[in-house]
Antibody, heavy 124, light 108 residues
Framework: QAQLVESGGGVVQPGRSLRLSCAGSGLTFSGYALHWVRQAPGKGLDWVAFISHDGSHKYYADSVKGRFTISRDNSNNVFHLQLNSLRAEDTAVYYC?????????????????WGQGTLVTVSS | SYVLTQPPSVSVAPGKTARITCGGNTIGSKSVNWYQQKPGQAPVLVIYYDSDRPSGIPERLSGSNSGNTATLTISRVEVGDEADYYCQVWDSSTDQRVFGGGTKLTVL
């Protein structure tokens, strides 16, 4: 059964860092674009970051640019989100997601597979 | 940045048809995806490429996209369709991905 499993969430003080990971089981990340999407409590979905299938392109939401870094390790079928300089407004459930198109382009993209989410709480 | 506008809520009686809109500037020129999210669960893809359905998604769900509005249509609505629905596109001018604010579907 194909699934994505996030880990690394928790409670952290403002200004500190956290590293989230997403592991694929029963499906491959190789050849697919990957994303992080977050959802603040009681709010809607908010796209956070993208990494291309080969890691050569990375894009971020304006709200996290310069603070968050996405990376991938195809050999271990895992990818990460490094969260630095965390703020209270970063508090959210963070979902990882895999594109549905192998070697797809952004115009072909859709979030086919999702993890169950990991909660990040930024609080003093 | 590109903005997608959805109605906060839509209500429909069981067996009737629900239409959830997603407005955006010339959205008809973009590929629109739709996700369903039930409370406490991760989102699920229900429509991609404006109108394609992933395997396992019932034919009662359909999508269309033209001009400045994309629409998710749910026919013969069931209680189990109660959920939040989000539209999503790629903004080519910024390479960012954009979600609509979401629509809560209530089955009366």
């Amino acid at each position: 059964q194909a699934q994505l499993v996030e880990s690394g969430g928790g409670v952290v003080q403002p200004g500190r860092s956290l590293r989230l990971s997403c592991a694929g089981s029963g499906l491959t990340f190789s050849g697919y674009a990957l994303h992080w999407v977050r959802q603040a409590p009681g709010k809607g979905l908010d796209w956070v970051a993208f990494i291309s299938h080969d890691g050569s392109h990375k894009y971020y939401a304006d709200s996290v640019k310069g603070r968050f870094t996405i990376s991938r390790d195809n050999s271990n079928n895992v990818f990460h989100l490094q969260l630095n300089s965390l703020r209270a407004e970063d508090t959210a459930v963070y979902y990882c997601a895999r594109d549905g198109q192998w070697l797809g382009t952004p115009s072909d993209e859709y979030f086919q597979h999702w993890g169950q989410g990991t909660l990040v709480t930024v609080s003093s | 940045s590109y903005v997608l506008t959805q109605p906060p809520s839509v209500s429909v009686a069981p067996g009737k048809t629900a239409r959830i809109t997603c407005g955006g500037n010339t959205i008809g020129s973009k590929s629109v995806n739709w996700y369903q999210q039930k409370p406490g669960q991760a989102p699920v893809l229900v429509i991609y490429y404006d109108s394609d359905r992933p395997s396992g998604i019932p034919e009662r769900l359909s999508g269309s996209n033209s001009g400045n509005t994309a629409t998710l249509t749910i026919s013969r609505v069931e209680v189990g369709d109660e959920a939040d629905y989000y539209c999503q596109v790629w903004d080519s001018s910024t390479d960012q991905r954009v979600f609509g604010g979401g629509t809560k579907l209530t089955v009366l």
